[in-house]
């Protein structure tokens, strides 16, 4: 099954400061790639996702790369703000022929200090 | 923000109960999941289910069981509960059909402490 790999388990960067949470995955059979942010005691929303077809996707601040050679895919957040601390998830899925779930990274826990 | 709704919000039991919870999504998808969020905040697939098939994870106890009566419910029932099953389950769901992935909206999770 698929295995998704994050880094780093926390990051704390100074507000404005960019950030930057890497994952890697195993299957190269995966072809969607979210990436979730969850606020403590809420629920994953998504923030950015990205399919096989493409190598890159940004909506305003935030960004992601996929590099399906190497097997990894980045987000990146740029001038980051008080409000983009929390924990954020990637997640790695292969539609295949059914219904199948999310394989999610253990987390970033995000930290930008004023 | 009510598309995918989850009861009850907090569940406090026994040790050996069984207990329900209860997933309605009001988007029209054909997919539901549950996962399930431990204490370590690890989001793990439990199961995928549409009309035509379930998926469940090899590593889910057979406790666990899913159960839907239409496409836009599909509930958790709990047999036995262990305290290992202490943790945060989320319900899920996507739209069916495309073949480069589909988004999936989560509801808002379900707080199970087993004493």
């Known amino acids: 099954g698929e295995n998704v790999e994050q880094h780093p388990s926390t990051l704390s960067v100074q507000e404005g400061d960019s950030a930057v949470i890497k994952c890697t995955y195993s299957?190269?059979?995966?072809?969607?790639f979210p990436w979730y942010k969850q606020e403590l005691g809420k629920r994953p929303q998504l923030i950015i996702d990205?399919?096989?077809?493409?190598g890159e996707k940004k909506d305003q601040r935030i960004a992601v790369t996929l590099n399906k050679t190497a097997k990894h895919f980045s987000l990146h957040i740029t001038e980051t703000q008080p409000e983009d601390s929390a924990v954020y998830f990637c997640?790695?899925?292969?539609?295949?022929?059914?219904?199948?779930?999310?394989?999610f990274g253990k987390g970033t826990h995000l930290i930008i200090q004023p | 923000d009510t598309a995918v709704s989850q009861t009850p919000k907090y569940l406090v039991t026994q040790m050996g109960n069984d207990k329900s919870i209860k997933c309605e999504q009001n988007?029209?998808?054909?997919?539901m999941y549950w996962y399930k969020q431990d204490s370590k905040k690890f989001l793990k697939i439990m199961f995928s289910?549409?009309?035509?098939?379930?998926?469940i994870n090899e590593t889910v106890p057979n406790r666990f069981s899913p159960k839907s009566p239409d496409k836009a419910h599909l509930n958790l029932h709990i047999n036995s509960l262990e305290l290992g099953d202490s943790a945060v389950y989320f319900c899920?769901?996507?739209?069916?059909?495309?073949?480069?992935?589909?988004?999936?909206?989560f509801g808002p999770g379900t707080r199970l402490l087993v004493l």
């Open positions: 899920a769901s996507s739209p069916q059909g495309g073949a480069l992935g589909e988004t999936q909206y």
């Open positions: 299957d190269s059979a995966s072809n969607y």
């Open positions: 990205i399919r096989s077809n493409v």
């Open positions: 997640a790695a899925s292969n539609r295949g022929g059914g219904a199948d779930g999310l394989t």
């Open positions: 988007l029209g998808h054909d997919t």
């Open positions: 289910y549409n009309n035509k098939e379930l998926i």
